[in-house]
């Protein structure tokens, strides 16, 4: 859901100029944004003043997707074809882990996806662990396979990964999947990248001929994301920066499209934004904060106060890329029952 950028009489301009209304809310309306002078000088690439970025609703499109896949495993099923089934191996007593862990069962659940939390003790051999992997890539009941991770430092994750049937590995994260994306061949595709350019297309944000710069360059997300914005059906041309990677700040002012993905709160501030761009906020961090009852509040690489005043479109944290991607797995794991039978 995009959410539309107010518009303003020239009476309401001369007003919000006036020095005595600077800082006001521009907006008397019951919408939560707010909209604030901007002081800085303005540049021949700089977006009209008055305008905060465009909030791209990641709940409402994830849920737009989650209702699709909904109708189609109920049409799958009404063919007389068995309910895909997701089959998601815990290992350890993370609580971060469990609790991702209940998210996408029950978001399975909700979309008509059985599903079952296959949980082992932290100290489960790696063997062992690689038998139960044996027995889920033959059992023909199984659509997808997903290894939540991080796995126990005694456990090889490669390792593990590279033991899945490539045909159920619904988080796209084996090798053969990743060289498949890479040579832009049909695979799966890691859900949380999937899940930006689904974001991207949904909002009407148009990646031809654009500058994607994408901060972090892990096999989740920084990797696997540059590979789909390169594809034809994208055409965007794609800078990946990392930690050794020089005058940063210069080359993210470069970006049509900026992803953040480096796990450091308010990493990315706004001297680093290029007006009008599109800013897509990859980081979930804990950050204390005593106000809150939990005594944390969820923030993202992007310091979002100061940045949305400058880009064009932006994506919250908590509500952005996060619900996208456990969409997308759900959309994995109705691919892989087709293949499957």
Same mark, same amino acid.
């Given at each position: ?8 009489s ?9 020095g ?35 909030l ?20 799958w *099923?009404?063919?007389g /074809? ?7 191996? #815990? @290992? &350890?007593?993370?609580? =971060? ?12 659940q ?12 932290e ?11 044996h ?13 939540q ?12 990964i ?5 045909n ?6 084996h ?20 899940g ?10 148009? *990646?031809?001929?654009? /500058? ?7 096999? #989740? @997300? &920084?990797?696997?994301? =540059? ?10 041309t ?8 020089q ?58 106060d ?36």
């Amino acid at each position: 859901m995009i959410f539309p950028r107010p518009s303003f009489s020239n009476t309401q301009k001369s007003t919000l100029m006036d020095g005595n209304h600077r800082g006001q809310d521009a907006n008397p309306s019951t919408s939560a944004t707010k909209f604030k002078v901007r002081r800085s000088s303005p540049t021949l690439f700089d977006k009209p003043l008055f305008e905060m970025a465009i909030l791209i609703d990641g709940k409402k499109i994830a849920a737009d997707v989650r209702t699709e896949v909904r109708h189609e495993v109920a049409a799958w *099923t009404s063919d007389g /074809h068995t309910s895909p089934y997701l089959a998601v191996v #815990l @290992v &350890g007593n993370n609580p =971060a882990s469990a609790s991702y862990v209940r998210g996408k069962i029950k978001a399975s659940q909700n979309v008509g996806i059985a599903g079952d939390t296959l949980k082992f003790d932290e100290n489960i051999s790696e063997e062992a662990l690689l038998e139960v992997i044996h027995d889920l890539n033959t059992s023909p009941h199984v659509s997808g396979i997903l290894v939540q991770l991080p796995l126990p430092d005694h456990l090889d994750a490669s390792r593990v990964i590279s033991a899945l049937n490539p045909n159920k590995d619904v988080d796209g994260l084996h090798t053969v999947n990743a060289g498949r994306l890479a040579a832009d061949l049909q695979g799966f595709v890691p859900c949380t990248p999937a899940g930006i350019v689904e974001l991207l297309r949904r909002a009407n944000i148009d *990646t031809e001929g654009k /500058h994607a710069v994408i901060i972090g360059r892990s096999s #989740l @997300v &920084g990797r696997p994301l =540059a590979n789909l914005l390169l594809r034809k059906e994208n055409n965007a041309t794609v800078t990946v920066c990392h930690s050794r990677t020089q005058n940063l700040p210069e080359i993210c002012r470069q970006a049509d499209i900026l992803v953040a993905a480096i796990g450091r709160a308010h990493f990315v501030t706004e001297d680093m934004i290029k007006s009008g761009a599109t800013i897509i906020d990859v980081g979930i961090n804990r950050v204390d904060d005593p106000a809150h009852a939990r005594g944390y509040r969820l923030t993202g690489d992007v310091d979002f106060d100061a940045v949305s005043k400058i880009a064009g479109y932006i994506t919250p944290v908590p509500g952005g890329v996060g619900p996208m991607t456990i969409a997308m797995l759900l959309k994995n794991t109705m691919v892989a029952a087709r293949i499957l039978n």
